[in-house]
């Protein structure tokens, strides 16, 4: 910086910058308080420091881990498995078509070229879900798919595909072509090549790209609550279902919120690392 | 010449077969239920009496019932309400904070992690969330609103706070993706057009809209198309946080097409949830083609 700035402004920018954390950690903070407080302590105003304002008690953390776990888990390993199951399929399928879309020239009766075809793909994300939810629903019912886990993998699959060929095209566009085509001297398929050469070398986008599907996965609302019913329940789904439930219990709310976060929290580390590297911003502004 | 042309078939095969998978998946899970969804938009549904569903072809009456019913208005009205002040907010927000992020104030590698954390929490968590701290009799804000003076505030009872609060929600979900794709994009500005500057005396607010902001404009003009389209999509919030309530206040689209199944009337589930395509893609179209083609234009 040569030029100075004036005190004031810099006050300014802290001010800020501080607000907004303050307006994004009081939630969190306040989530996290209330999953220890007692229910009478919940509702007797705000109380905002345990043990000095108030006698912090893990009733709602063993109401989960402990006394109905049984019930619990199986909505918990139903979104582990069905978030999972689904990233790692969208991942796949995903990025087999999002190389072939890069290197290869497709044309579809004359018309139909890669840029339309990866333009059609990409925007299958523009589709609100409810267009086409209700025949997945009859057509799961027919098949015996419908509220299973393999139905709601399928479906996901399916719901992240475009995010995948979308921020992996960027990824595959910039490695170098020569390097698979010295393998194909050296006798490599094209399947070959692309798992052995261009799939080691773009391993940090395909991470970051996992973690992005699986977060949209684990947290997806509307689909699961068409197409799944009390056997393949996910966390969003339950979560979603205490308000008719029990009325307001805070504190049994803020655990099962604080149980579906901390996983996603530990990504986001991860993932600042990775956006801040530059995924993304190629595929944005494309 | 035929060993030739079996190469360049074999070729094709293989290179089709990257693209087979996805095509399938694509085939089934979605241009199929778009089909069907379209037919269904045109029957009348109904459930006999061994439970099967009977169809009878009604043509386009759904859309004409829908297009005369004041309740499917409203939601589009709070759905493009949603979005676009929604989207401006997050938008204006996350641009503000990304260019804080960038001046190096003391705590920022701490705040890059911690201001992405809102946009991982699944929406109807977040719903949850807000409704604990905006609760003005037991929540953290209980005596500054008392002090000033709302702590009566009825956020549910009344139409505008009631959209409001799905608005705060929203705003504090997703304002992070545009501020970590903002923050990347400022980060991978070039140098030499601030060098300039500098050597000719250019105030900061000079430098902001003469360099800054215009070379942004392809990043910010995508990370804002992302923001609308999925915004459009906008139901776990409401649901949640309010039920579309008071009335219909802020029942979005998606939402009112959700009740409507929950009634069993598939066809006119269908019919809402085709216009919502329809307005979305005009509203995705209009804002590509005219405001993002000339931004890109802007900077080259």
Do not use: H
Not at chain 1, 145 to 167: E, K, S
Not at chain 2, 37 to 59: A, I, R, W
């Amino acid at each position: 910086m040569k030029r100075k700035r004036p005190v004031w402004q810099t006050a300014l920018m802290y001010i800020a910058l501080y607000g907004w954390a303050i307006i994004v950690a009081l939630p969190l903070y306040w989530t996290l308080v209330t999953s220890i407080k007692s229910r009478s302590n919940v509702f007797n105003g705000p109380l905002y420091l345990p043990f000095i304002q108030f006698q912090p008690v893990m009733d709602a953390w063993n109401r989960f881990f402990i006394t109905d776990w049984r019930y619990f888990s199986s909505q918990y390993f139903n979104s582990i498995i069905i978030a999972l199951g689904s990233s790692i399929l969208a991942v796949i399928i995903g990025s087999l078509a999002s190389y072939g879309l890069t290197r290869f020239k497709y044309i579809w009766g004359g018309k139909l070229r890669n840029r339309e075809l990866s333009f059609y793909f990409i925007s299958q994300r523009i589709l609100p879900p409810v267009a086409v939810v209700i025949p997945l629903f009859i057509l799961f019912q027919t098949v015996k798919l419908f509220d299973t886990q393999i139905g709601l993998i399928i479906a996901y699959t399916a719901f992240n595909l475009p995010l995948v060929v979308w921020l992996m095209q960027d990824y595959f566009a910039s490695i170098p072509v020569e390097l698979e085509e010295s393998a194909y001297i050296d006798g490599c398929s094209k399947l070959e090549a692309f798992l052995r050469i261009t799939l080691p070398l773009s391993a940090p986008g395909l991470v970051a790209t996992f973690l992005f599907v699986l977060v949209f996965a684990w947290n997806e609302y509307i689909i699961a609550l068409f197409l799944s019913q009390s056997n393949a329940q996910t966390m969003p789904i339950l979560i979603a279902a205490q308000n008719a439930q029990r009325g307001p219990e805070w504190e049994a709310i803020s655990v099962l919120t604080l149980v579906t976060i901390l996983p996603v929290c530990v990504i986001a580390v991860f993932l600042e690392r990775f956006i801040s590297r530059g995924l993304l911003v190629g595929a944005v502004k494309g | 010449m035929k060993t030739t042309s079996t190469n360049n078939r074999n070729k094709t095969r293989s290179e089709l077969g990257f693209l087979l998978p996805a095509l399938v998946v694509v085939f089934v899970m979605s241009i199929f239920p778009l089909i069907s969804s379209l037919l269904l938009s045109m029957t009348k549904s109904s459930f006999s009496t061994g439970g099967g569903l009977q169809l009878e072809f009604v043509g386009f009456q759904n859309y004409s019932n829908l297009l005369s019913d004041a309740r499917f208005w409203g939601t589009l009205g709070n759905t493009l309400l949603f979005v676009f002040i929604g989207v401006a907010l997050q938008f204006g927000l996350g641009l503000g904070i990304a260019m804080l992020l960038t001046q190096k104030l003391f705590g920022q590698t701490f705040f890059r992690v911690l201001f992405l954390i809102p946009m991982m929490i699944t929406p109807v968590a977040v719903a949850y969330i807000m409704k604990m701290v905006l609760n003005f009799q037991i929540g953290p804000l209980a005596p500054i609103a008392k002090a000033l003076g709302f702590a009566d505030l009825p956020w549910f009872a009344d139409a505008n706070l009631s959209r409001l609060l799905v608005i705060v929600g929203d705003t504090w979900q997703w304002t992070p993706f545009v501020i970590i794709v903002l923050l990347a994009g400022l980060e991978a500005l070039p140098n030499e057009p601030y060098e300039a500057a500098q050597v000719e005396g250019a105030t900061p607010w000079q430098m902001f809209t003469q360099i800054t902001f215009p070379l942004l404009l392809p990043v910010s003009t995508g990370v804002v198309l992302i923001r609308l389209v999925e915004a459009f999509k906008i139901v776990d919030m409401p649901i949640v946080l309010t039920g579309g309530g008071p009335g219909i206040a802020t029942e979005t689209t998606s939402l009112f097409a959700y009740y409507t199944w929950r009634t069993f009337d598939q066809s006119k589930t269908a019919a809402i949830a085709y216009l919502l395509v329809v307005v979305v893609t005009i509203i995705g179209t209009l804002y590509n083609n005219i405001i993002r083609k000339r931004a890109l234009e802007v900077a080259g």
